[in-house]
């Protein structure tokens, strides 16, 4: 069955840099595209970045110049590069295996696809 297990996660001062790792296993990692997701207490899930099995990136808004998302598919890992966070970033952190496409729509990504998420890890930015 799909597992995906996220990491990384932690406490850190605004301005400062976190990486989050997902190891997925039980499916053909090459070719599903990858995302991260965050939901901030009180708030709706977001997807703030994505990758397609070929390697191309979309991202939020919110994260656009911040954040950046690789995928190895020789380690079946994706990749959270969080730099220059911001106490608004705190959110725990879910990794998904998404089974379609990813869309950008004013400023926000979506997906219509059928998704797996892992259990999250949680980043927290104090001021």
């Known amino acids: 069955q799909v597992q995906l297990v996220e990491s990384g996660g932690g406490l850190v001062q605004a301005g400062g840099s976190l990486r989050l790792s997902c190891a997925a296993s039980?499916?053909?990692?090459?070719?599903?595209?990858m995302g991260w997701y965050r939901q901030a207490p009180g708030k709706q899930r977001e997807l703030v970045a994505g990758?397609?099995?070929?390697?191309?990136?979309r991202y939020a808004d919110s994260v656009k110049g911040r954040f950046t998302i690789s995928r190895d598919n020789d380690r079946n890992t994706v990749y959270l590069q969080m730099n220059n966070l911001k106490p608004e970033d705190t959110a725990v952190y879910y990794c998904a295996a998404i089974y379609g496409s990813i869309r950008c729509t004013s400023g926000r990504l979506e997906t219509r696809a059928m998704e797996y998420w892992g259990k999250g890890t949680l980043v927290t930015v104090s001021s």
């Open positions: 039980g499916f053909i990692f090459s070719i599903v595209a």
């Open positions: 990758i397609s099995s070929g390697g191309n990136t």
